[in-house]
């Protein structure tokens, strides 16, 4: 099977996947597999990495999760065309696949498995991709073979933690650009100093294994889903030209149109720009 998974995911450029027996795992939510009808067997975790060469555009003011769309849409692509070959493959097993709502504590069973280290900021960092991925997991009834490891930490090197601004401005800035309803003067001031209109990635960017990534190339998306439609400076011009349609293929479409608009707008009158 784990043959079969590696041809099937290296023809999507997926590189970054590995088994781990679900007694290893620490189980969030057993309803989940209860569902599925699995009660013991392996979750093959997959790391997709995002980062694309949008990514480094210095006008960039958007998450960089955000710049290509909703990675919810890739994975259910990948999963509406593995779990039935899986099943097919593979008759006498269960197959399913989770992104994001999982049943087992994706980051350390992504540790565990072997696909990383995990940052002081919680975060997954992986050799290749730092912490550029987005997790997901094929949950199957078949008993694999795995090598389970020790979850190693990062070199706890401090960067994370001292450029984080949560603390001096008393909220998390990602939390704030995606808030709901008006903004306080203050807060209004908040998100213009940062320039992010969604989400933030401070305590990435400062990492070394970002820096090391992209320095070498590494952190590049080999997956051509990432690569299209990417969005890297957002304005109200271009989200008024995004139909229902592509509008609800963005991460930042989940708090509604009028979140994102209400913070572009404070960059655009700021600059009395209208891009
Ligand atoms: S998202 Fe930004 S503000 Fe929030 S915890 Fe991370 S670094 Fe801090
Ligand atoms: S910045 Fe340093 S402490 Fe933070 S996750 Fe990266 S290596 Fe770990």
């Given at each position: 099977?784990?043959?079969?998974?590696?041809?099937?995911f290296?023809?999507?450029?997926?590189?970054?996947?590995?088994?781990?027996?679900?007694?290893d795992?620490r189980?969030?939510?057993?309803?989940?597999?209860?569902?599925?009808?699995?009660?013991?067997?392996?979750?093959?975790?997959?790391?997709?990495?995002?980062?694309?060469?949008?990514?480094?555009?210095?006008?960039?003011?958007?998450?960089?999760?955000?710049?290509?769309?909703?990675?919810?849409?890739?994975?259910?692509?990948?999963?509406?065309?593995?779990?039935?070959?899986?099943?097919?493959?593979?008759?006498?097993?269960?197959?399913?696949?989770?992104?994001?709502?999982?049943?087992?504590?994706?980051?350390?069973?992504?540790?565990?498995?072997?696909?990383?280290?995990?940052?002081?900021?919680?975060?997954?960092?992986?050799r290749k991709?730092?912490?550029?991925i987005?997790?997901?997991?094929?949950?199957?009834?078949?008993?694999?073979?795995?090598?389970?490891?020790?979850?190693?930490?990062?070199?706890?090197?401090?960067?994370?933690?001292?450029?984080?601004?949560?603390?001096?401005?008393?909220?998390?800035?990602?939390?704030?650009?995606?808030?709901?309803?008006?903004?306080?003067?203050?807060?209004?001031?908040?998100?213009?100093?940062?320039?992010?209109?969604?989400?933030?990635?401070?305590?990435?960017?400062?990492?070394?294994?970002?820096?090391?990534?992209?320095?070498?190339?590494?952190?590049?998306t080999?997956?051509?889903?990432?690569?299209?439609?990417?969005?890297?400076?957002?304005?109200?011009?271009?989200?008024?030209?995004?139909?229902?349609?592509?509008?609800?293929?963005?991460?930042?479409?989940?708090r509604?149109?009028?979140?994102?608009?209400?913070?572009?707008?404070?960059?655009e009158?700021?600059?009395g720009?209208?891009?």
């Amino acid at each position: 099977m784990l043959t079969f998974l590696k041809n099937f995911f290296s023809q999507r450029g997926i590189d970054c996947f590995a088994p781990i027996l679900l007694s290893d795992c620490r189980i969030e939510r057993p309803y989940l597999l209860e569902r599925a009808g699995i009660t013991d067997g392996t979750a093959i975790l997959i790391a997709i990495p995002y980062y694309t060469a949008a990514c480094n555009d210095p006008k960039r003011n958007i998450s960089a999760y955000a710049v290509s769309r909703d990675y919810h849409g890739f994975f259910k692509e990948l999963f509406n065309e593995l779990l039935p070959a899986l099943s097919k493959a593979f008759p006498q097993h269960r197959f399913t696949g989770f992104a994001d709502h999982s049943p087992i504590a994706e980051v350390e069973a992504a540790a565990k498995a072997g696909l990383g280290i995990i940052g002081k900021n919680h975060l997954l960092i992986t050799r290749k991709y730092s912490s550029y991925i987005f997790l997901g997991e094929v949950v199957t009834s078949a008993i694999l073979p795995c090598k389970t490891q020790d979850v190693l930490d990062c070199e706890n090197c401090g960067a994370c933690i001292k450029a984080c601004p949560a603390e001096k401005i008393g909220t998390c800035l990602s939390a704030l650009t995606q808030k709901k309803g008006e903004l306080t003067e203050a807060e209004q001031k908040i998100i213009l100093q940062y320039g992010s209109a969604w989400g933030c990635d401070i305590c990435q960017e400062v990492c070394p294994h970002t820096k090391r990534a992209i320095a070498s190339g590494s952190i590049f998306t080999p997956i051509p889903y990432f690569e299209e439609s990417t969005i890297s400076r957002l304005t109200t011009k271009v989200l008024d030209e995004l139909d229902e349609d592509a509008f609800s293929e963005r991460a930042f479409s989940w708090r509604g149109r009028n979140t994102i608009r209400r913070n572009l707008l404070l960059f655009e009158s700021e600059k009395g720009e209208k891009e």
